[in-house]
């Protein structure tokens, strides 16, 4: 069983930038895939970002690429989003996800583990 808690989400104004973070607990966090979602109340969850367990593979939505970079920590058993050039668009409730299988069942939105979320709120 793996736990997923999401954190660094505020408010910020247009043009700066935000650090999420989100720490796993439980074993074999190395072997997971890792991905960021987001949704705003009323839509669907969309894919953000998404990173292989080696950190060797990195996949961005067309409208966070140049802006956001996901990383990771296997040492620390957490993953990162680094948003930059932040837009009101960004606005949404950001979600952390993972599993053990290969990152295009991240990227597909079928990942096994989810966190409760983190606000994150751009204003114009």
């Known amino acids: 069983q793996v736990q997923l808690v999401e954190s660094g989400g505020g408010l910020v104004q247009a043009g700066g930038s935000l650090r999420l973070s989100c720490a796993a607990s439980?074993?074999?966090?190395?072997?997971?895939?890792m991905g960021w979602f987001r949704q705003v109340l009323g839509k669907e969850r969309e894919f953000v970002a998404a990173?292989?367990?080696?950190?060797?593979?990195?996949y961005y939505a067309d409208s966070v690429k140049g802006r956001f970079t996901i990383s990771r920590d296997n040492a620390k058993n957490t993953v990162y989003l680094q948003m930059n050039s932040l837009k009101p668009e960004d606005t949404a409730v950001y979600y952390c996800?993972?599993?053990?299988?290969?990152?295009?069942?991240?990227?597909?939105?079928?990942?096994?583990?989810w966190g409760q979320g983190t606000q994150v709120t751009v204003s114009s």
């Open positions: 439980g074993r074999s966090f190395s072997s997971y895939a």
């Open positions: 996800a993972g599993d053990r299988g290969p990152t295009s069942t991240v990227v597909a939105g079928r990942a096994i583990y």
């Open positions: 990173i292989s367990w080696s950190a060797d593979n990195t």
